[in-house]
């Protein structure tokens, strides 16, 4: 048995020499973006992973406090308050890819002055966020604002909506802008794959009597799925660190109603000093971010299995 094993052992060590020798000169092109990922993106997220595990204050001396600022994080109800609000604002995400499907399926149709309505559809995103911010704080401005004046001089509405009053009036602005400001990105990606499907599928599904929803179900759909998965993996990984509008509009209130978890990293780093317990913070933000990644790659890999079933 230990023979057998030492064999295969031997066979597998073999096996990537011979890779690396017929490969040298490949892995020594990728070389300098691997020193790139581990020196500046992996030693710091475990040199994060060791900070969160101290009391370590801004310019002070850390001491070692183990779990304890995961502890006082799950048992501090402002955190549980901003983790609900982390989750609802990650769905701005399906809002975003909504948008932009049901846009890029539009001008798909559009046979004359297309490029216009495509530039018209990225002014948004042509913007800074902190501009586009700023336009939608002085909008949705509750006394001076002209959306609500408009609204109350019609008489759409009895009286103006002091929405940043309230956690989920003021949560439901945020999730706007941010769909309003991000969504032209998935729909590039959307736009793009659309062009590259074959005119010959959508002929043969006429053919053969398939309506738009069935054309859509069993044509369009399939043929996005990469390119739905990739516009999602990425913007929720944006969005999730967005905090910029989300200080413009609320700065995080009332109370922690619309504090998601990037805005409280924030808060106690910059505001507070408290490195380790924002560090805690950013773990279980990574944490969050890579679970919905894998979620949104799981489904699609079962999709794409059941479909080539």
């Given amino acids: 048995m230990a023979s057998q094993t030492s064999h295969a052992l031997l066979r597998r060590t073999e096996r990537y ?15 300098p973006v691997l020193l790139f990922l581990v020196l500046l993106m992996w030693v710091p997220f475990v040199q994060g992973i060791y900070m969160s595990l101290h009391n370590w204050p801004f310019g002070g001396d850390p001491s070692w406090v183990g779990l304890g600022n995961y502890e006082y994080l799950f048992g501090w109800q402002p955190f549980i308050t901003s983790l609900k609000a982390t989750l609802i604002f990650a769905s701005t995400t399906l809002f975003q890819l909504g948008v932009a499907l049901a846009a890029a399926l539009a ?16 002014l948004s995103y042509t913007l800074p966020p902190l501009v ?77 009597g398939a309506n738009r929803v069935q054309t859509f179900l069993r044509v369009t759909l399939p043929q996005l799925k ?24 609320t700065n995080g209130g009332p109370g922690y109603e619309t504090s998601i978890l990037a805005v409280l990293l924030y808060r106690f780093s910059y505001e507070q000093g408290q490195m380790g317990i924002s560090y805690a913070v950013g773990v279980v933000l990574l944490t969050m971010t890579i679970g919905f990644v894998f979620v949104f790659i799981r489904e699609f890999e079962r999709a794409s299995g059941g479909d080539a079933a």
């Fill in 17 to 31: 020499r011979d890779v690396l020798s017929e490969n040298w000169f490949a892995y020594l092109l990728i070389l």
């Fill in 107 to 122: 001008v798909r149709e559009i046979r004359r002055g297309k490029s216009l309505v495509t530039g018209s559809f990225l």
């Fill in 132 to 208: 586009t911010g700023t336009i939608w704080a002085y909008m949705l401005e509750p006394d001076l604002g002209p959306v609500f004046g408009y609204l109350t001089q019609w008489e759409l509405l009895e009286e103006t909506i002091y929405w940043g009053s309230h956690g989920d009036s003021a949560l439901a602005v945020i999730l706007f802008v941010t769909t309003w400001t991000f969504w032209p990105f998935m729909f590039l990606i959307i736009s793009a794959s659309l062009e590259s499907i074959p005119e010959e599928m959508y002929e043969t599904a006429r053919m053969y």
């Fill in 226 to 249: 990469s390119a739905i998965l990739i516009a999602l993996s990425i913007r929720i990984i944006w969005n999730m660190t967005k905090i910029s509008q989300v200080l413009q509009l």
